[in-house]
């Protein structure tokens, strides 16, 4: 079945850095993924959505210049944190779609867990 | 997207059927119902998703109610592998259409 792989599964930082956070669909292509976070003992919040050759999709809240979504290719999309916080440490999941089929089910990568010092 | 209703929390005893509801009544004629779960500190896996027929699968079974107003997730041998979170998500039938999580139902299953 469809595989999304997520790298690295997990980062720590120190406050001030930026981190690049990839999500690959191995074995289809994906016009569109979606990027979401949670926080412990929460429901996923999805954050944006990322747009093979166009700009990212944010939902409301999320800062666009603090979480930056590069969806250069089919199969790539980066989610980076600038000047992460330790308010931004999470785990970071990315999802996506076989195209042309509706109503197929999002696949998911495994998830980056974020800490940040 | 229309809003899910879930419990919070169920137990189930292993190798027992679980059965987990879902409310869905405001689900639209276009909408699907799909069931995830996350286990600890992974990404969500999917399970199965339906219309409005009854659907089977390797890992469960769905039953959705004629009106559509609710559905029944049925793990019909729990182990103890699938103690996790299970999201009842509704969403319409577009490639482009994210999907909206609410905060699921802690299914543990218990020896």
Known sequence: ??????HPSRV??????????????????AT?????????????????????GSKATYEQ???????????ASLTLS?????????ED???????????LQGNSPLHFGNGTRLTVT | DAKTTQPPSMDCAEGRAANLPCNHSTISGNEYVYWYRQIHSQGPQYIIHGLKNNETNEMASLIITEDRKSST???????LRDTAVYYCIVRPDSYGNKLVFGA????????
């Open chain 1, 1 to 6: 079945g469809a595989v999304v792989s997520q």
């Open chain 1, 12 to 29: 720590i930082c120190k406050s001030g850095t930026s981190v690049k956070i990839e999500c690959r669909s191995l074995d289809f292509q």
């Open chain 2, 104 to 111: 699921g139902t802690i299914l543990r299953v218990k020896s």
């Open chain 1, 61 to 71: 809240g999320v800062e666009k210049d603090k979480f930056l979504i590069n969806h």
């Open chain 1, 89 to 99: 440490s999470s785990f970071y999941i990315c999802s996506a779609r076989v195209p």
């Open chain 2, 73 to 79: 997730l049925i793990l019909p041998h729990a182990t």
């Open chain 1, 32 to 52: 569109t993924m979606f990027w979401y976070r949670q926080f412990p003992k929460k429901s996923l919040m999805l954050m944006a959505t990322s747009n093979e």
């Open chain 1, 78 to 86: 980066t989610l980076t944190v600038t000047s992460a916080h330790p």
